[in-house]
């Protein structure tokens, strides 16, 4: 029933948005760690194209997302580093300063277009000549000055993938993503079925179809086309990522906050190839959105629930297709909400832990320190009670390290008294004592 409740509620999201958007064909798709695929489509694809699931439409600057996991499994291979110069890696006539971290997340400052007038005249330059006009294009703000979009920095992060593998950037990203995780329905080039895309007149019901072409040099940032389901599927591996294909620790990264859109306001982050959209509380969506002329796509994911979604839709001026993951993410967490994993017993703490467990103080605050699931782990007291803990590793008989939550990286030092009993402990080089004390070394 909870599931029934859940697709109803998240088709009637679809519904409203294609009727009071006005968009000629809307697909969306939600896909699940703990549940079936749903799928839900809307409208017409155009002329004698019927809609189904399996019908395309270009996602645009989702394309991004696939690009630059491709440079975070490179670097992970040793191919790279993300604070290499561009010039190291690729034979470029000018920006070669540019590091790969900058470009992935949009803080190089270059231009974001490839020189010339290109949506004039819908005349894409190729690889070869979008690398060879770099010459041309401007860097119109100092690097790391703030955050500006930049397809032409995605466009030569594709093509450096390529030439260090040996192939073009539809070659490697079939080869290394589409085909490992069966996303059979997402191709460089359009595959029938697809959608028309259509610009939707602003005063009347009147809708004009808009041209497909390629994107040519600068496909690694906006080429793709792809099914709902397949994008859906594509943010569940954002959120609970296959190992095999990208390690959850590479993925962990790509969703570090290195930037903000927008510095007065701080709506939404960028980290590594992807955007993050906090929605209040500790819920984050992370995804990425898309525009071509007569297309728009919004595909997220909320990882802590495992669970991704995507809208896709035919028309350009239909901005609410955007926003409609985030409203999908919520919906069908709310109507069907992931099973509670039952509580078990576990083993007790080590004899050499064990009396550091229970409640310390530090820099005047309370902690409680707890063994579980084979860790220890640290709770401030007054903190809310959806924060992560921070978790240790062990490394030593009386040294731990943070590995996750307050204080991560730092080191957990262990004071034992004769017996052996842990008495005081440093934390990031902090006294953490079981009375509250003040910092005045004359009162220890």
């Given at each position: 029933?909870?599931?029934?409740?859940?697709?109803?509620?998240?088709?009637?999201?679809?519904?409203?948005?294609?009727?009071?958007?006005?968009?000629?064909?809307?697909?969306?798709?939600?896909?699940?760690?703990?549940?079936?695929?749903?799928?839900?489509?809307?409208?017409?694809?155009?002329?004698?194209?019927?809609?189904?699931?399996?019908?395309?439409?270009?996602?645009?600057?989702?394309?991004?997302?696939?690009?630059?996991?491709?440079?975070?499994?490179?670097?992970?291979?040793?191919?790279?580093?993300?604070?290499?110069?561009?010039?190291?890696?690729?034979?470029?006539?000018?920006?070669?300063?540019?590091?790969?971290?900058?470009?992935?997340?949009?803080?190089?400052?270059?231009?974001?277009?490839?020189?010339?007038?290109?949506?004039?005249?819908?005349?894409?330059?190729?690889?070869?000549?979008?690398?060879?006009?770099?010459?041309?294009?401007?860097?119109?703000?100092?690097?790391?000055?703030?955050?500006?979009?930049?397809?032409?920095?995605?466009?030569?992060?594709?093509?450096?993938?390529?030439?260090?593998?040996?192939?073009?950037?539809?070659?490697?990203?079939?080869?290394?993503?589409?085909?490992?995780?069966?996303?059979?329905?997402?191709?460089?080039?359009?595959?029938?079925?697809?959608?028309?895309?259509?610009?939707?007149?602003?005063?009347?019901?009147?809708?004009?179809?808009?041209?497909?072409?390629?994107?040519?040099?600068?496909?690694?940032?906006?080429?793709?086309?792809?099914?709902?389901?397949?994008?859906?599927?594509?943010?569940?591996?954002?959120?609970?990522?296959?190992?095999?294909?990208?390690?959850?620790?590479?993925?962990?990264?790509?969703?570090?906050?290195?930037?903000?859109?927008?510095?007065?306001?701080?709506?939404?982050?960028?980290g590594l190839g992807l955007i993050l959209?906090?929605?209040?509380?500790?819920?984050?969506?992370?995804?990425?959105?898309?525009?071509?002329?007569?297309?728009?796509?919004?595909?997220?994911?909320?990882?802590?629930?495992?669970?991704?979604?995507?809208?896709?839709?035919?028309?350009?001026?239909?901005?609410?297709?955007?926003?409609?993951?985030?409203?999908?993410?919520?919906?069908?967490?709310?109507?069907?909400?992931?099973?509670?994993?039952?509580?078990?017993?576990?083993?007790?703490?080590?004899?050499?832990?064990?009396?550091?467990?229970?409640?310390?103080?530090?820099?005047?605050?309370?902690?409680?320190?707890?063994?579980?699931?084979?860790?220890?782990?640290?709770?401030?007291?007054?903190?809310?009670?959806?924060?992560?803990?921070?978790?240790?590793?062990?490394?030593?008989?009386d040294l731990l390290r943070v590995v996750?939550?307050?204080?991560?990286?730092?080191?957990?030092?262990?004071?034992?008294?004769?017996?052996?009993?842990?008495?005081?402990?440093?934390?990031?080089?902090?006294?953490?004592?079981?009375?509250?004390?003040?910092?005045?070394?004359?009162?220890?």
């Amino acid at each position: 029933m909870a599931e029934q409740d859940a697709a109803t509620a998240c088709e009637r999201i679809v519904a409203t948005l294609q009727a009071e958007e006005r968009v000629p064909a809307v697909s969306a798709a939600i896909a699940r760690a703990d549940r079936p695929l749903w799928a839900y489509q809307v409208g017409t694809a155009g002329s004698e194209t019927p809609l189904d699931a399996r019908t395309q439409f270009r996602i645009g600057s989702v394309t991004k997302t696939f690009t630059a996991a491709l440079v975070l499994q490179l670097r992970d291979q040793g191919m790279l580093g993300l604070d290499d110069p561009l010039s190291v890696h690729l034979d470029v006539p000018a920006h070669g300063s540019m590091t790969i971290r900058g470009m992935l997340s949009h803080t190089t400052g270059l231009q974001r277009e490839p020189a010339g007038n290109i949506w004039d005249t819908l005349d894409v330059p190729d690889a070869g000549q979008v690398i060879h006009d770099l010459a041309r294009a401007e860097a119109v703000l100092a690097p790391s000055r703030r955050w500006h979009y930049s397809n032409l920095a995605y466009a030569l992060l594709g093509h450096l993938a390529g030439r260090k593998l040996g192939g073009t950037w539809e070659e490697v990203l079939t080869d290394r993503f589409l085909t490992p995780l069966g996303l059979a329905d997402t191709t460089v080039a359009p595959r029938a079925p697809y959608a028309q895309g259509y610009l939707v007149e602003a005063y009347s019901d009147h809708v004009r179809p808009e041209p497909e072409f390629p994107m040519g040099g600068v496909a690694p940032a906006a080429q793709i086309w792809s099914t709902a389901a397949d994008m859906a599927k594509w943010a569940l591996f954002l959120a609970d990522p296959d190992p095999a294909v990208l390690a959850q620790g590479t993925v962990d990264e790509m969703c570090q906050p290195l930037t903000v859109t927008d510095p007065e306001q701080w709506v939404a982050g960028w980290g590594l190839g992807l955007i993050l959209v906090p929605q209040g509380g500790r819920v984050m969506h992370v995804g990425h959105e898309g525009a071509m002329p007569g297309f728009l796509a919004g595909v997220y994911c909320r990882r802590g629930q495992k669970i991704g979604a995507a809208a896709l839709g035919s028309s350009t001026t239909a901005g609410a297709v955007c926003a409609a993951p985030h409203k999908l993410l919520a919906a069908s967490l709310e109507h069907d909400p992931r099973a509670v994993e039952p509580w078990t017993p576990g083993e007790p703490a080590p004899d050499a832990f064990a009396s550091a467990l229970g409640r310390w103080w530090s820099e005047g605050s309370e902690f409680v320190f707890s063994w579980r699931s084979g860790h220890m782990e640290a709770r401030a007291v007054a903190a809310a009670a959806d924060r992560p803990p921070a978790v240790f590793a062990v490394e030593g008989a009386d040294l731990l390290r943070v590995v996750s939550g307050r204080e991560t990286g730092e080191r957990l030092e262990l004071t034992r008294d004769a017996a052996g009993t842990i008495v005081q402990m440093r934390w990031a080089t902090y006294r953490v004592t079981r009375d509250q004390q003040t910092f005045d070394p004359e009162t220890w």
